[in-house]
């Protein structure tokens, strides 16, 4: 079975300041991976998505993430935070091929915007 | 774009009640899924349907179940609500098995 750590409860970052959450996964092969952001009281959004190719991806928001398979590694990323990237966010990971068993989610990491 | 409703968003009641949280999706999706969200645990999938009258147990189906009589409608159903089923549910469906899901807003249930 998949499972997912995102390594960090809390971060705290400065408004205009570089962001990255860590997303490290366990599963056998190459994975179907996913942000999601969520915003307090709020259902869960999707940020972005890897099924193949590239393994850099834009999402909305300004936000991208990176696969890199050697270190099963699903980080996200994004240039310049503002205050109204404070929410919560989810990595999810999802196995290819069988049926429909839904997702695995980390526990989440609760992202802070210091002014 | 795809829309997830679910029924409420806040529901208050007593130990022993039925609860009926309803989730309807618009976007003729195969897959939908229950999950509960509390702090610390992040989600945890309940329940799942990949067709009508299909179910699935997930990681936690215990004191719940499902029902899937049409494509868009989901409902899960506490038969008798304890106090630890109060949490964050949250209802969500995808086109595909592996797909992006999509979430409703959430019910936040309080079992007094």
């Known amino acids: 079975a998949q499972s997912v750590t995102q390594p960090d409860i809390h971060i705290t970052v400065s408004e205009g300041a570089s962001l990255e959450l860590r997303c490290n996964y366990s599963?056998?092969?190459?994975?179907?991976l996913f942000w999601y952001v969520q915003s307090p009281g709020q259902g869960l959004q999707l940020l972005l998505k890897y099924f193949s190719g590239d393994t850099l991806v834009q999402g909305i928001k300004g936000f991208e993430a990176e696969f890199k398979r050697s270190q099963s590694s699903f980080n996200l990323r994004k240039p310049s935070v503002h205050w109204s990237d404070a929410a919560e966010y989810f990595c999810?990971?999802?196995?290819?091929?069988?049926?429909?068993?839904?997702?695995?989610f980390g526990k989440g990491t609760h992202l802070i915007i210091q002014p | 774009d795809v829309k997830v409703t679910q029924s409420s968003r806040y529901l208050v009641k007593r130990t022993g009640e039925k609860v009926f949280l309803e989730c309807v999706q618009d976007m003729d999706h195969e897959n939908m899924f229950w999950y509960r969200q509390d702090p610390g645990l992040g989600l945890r999938l309940i329940y799942f349907?990949?067709?009508?009258?299909?179910?699935e147990k997930g990681d936690i189906p215990e004191g719940y179940s499902v029902s899937r009589e049409k494509k868009e409608r989901f409902s899960l159903i506490l038969e008798s609500a304890s106090t630890n089923q109060t949490s964050m549910y949250l209802c969500?469906?995808?086109?595909?098995?592996?797909?992006?899901?999509?979430f409703g807003p959430g019910t936040r249930l309080l079992v007094l």
């Open positions: 969500a469906s995808s086109l595909g098995p592996k797909g992006t899901q999509y």
């Open positions: 349907s990949y067709d009508v009258k299909m179910k």
């Open positions: 999810a990971v999802g196995a290819p091929g069988g049926g429909a068993d839904g997702l695995t």
């Open positions: 599963y056998g092969a190459t994975p179907y």
